[in-house]
């Protein structure tokens, strides 16, 4: 454990950010797992409206700094290219 009053409170927003930034990773994975799933069960209505809301998650996660930009947008184009296998 830290004994210099900054390095302790160093300490402590980390730990307080690690745990938001986990929680954040989280959502957008389960954002898109719901995505994934409803494409699997081939409901386009459902699987247009989770995929804004995957690629809205994503977008959030990239202002957050969670997400490479460029990782954001390589995420959102294989989710929508999915989307277009289905709709043809």
Same mark, same amino acid.
């Given at each position: 454990?830290?004994?210099i009053k900054s390095a302790i409170k160093r $300490?402590?927003?980390?730990e307080v950010r690690r745990e938001r930034n986990?929680? *954040?990773k989280s959502a +957008?994975?389960?954002?898109v797992k719901k995505?994934?799933?409803a494409v699997d069960a081939s409901n386009k209505d459902l699987a247009v409206q989770a995929l804004q809301e995957a690629s809205r998650s994503l977008d959030? $996660? +990239?202002s957050k700094g969670l997400l490479h930009k460029n990782a954001a947008a390589r995420k959102k184009s294989r989710l929508a290219?999915?989307? *277009?296998a289905l709709q043809a």
């Amino acid at each position: 454990m830290a004994n210099i009053k900054s390095a302790i409170k160093r $300490a402590k927003t980390n730990e307080v950010r690690r745990e938001r930034n986990a929680a *954040q990773k989280s959502a +957008v994975r389960t954002s898109v797992k719901k995505y994934i799933t409803a494409v699997d069960a081939s409901n386009k209505d459902l699987a247009v409206q989770a995929l804004q809301e995957a690629s809205r998650s994503l977008d959030k $996660a +990239v202002s957050k700094g969670l997400l490479h930009k460029n990782a954001a947008a390589r995420k959102k184009s294989r989710l929508a290219k999915r989307l *277009q296998a289905l709709q043809a």
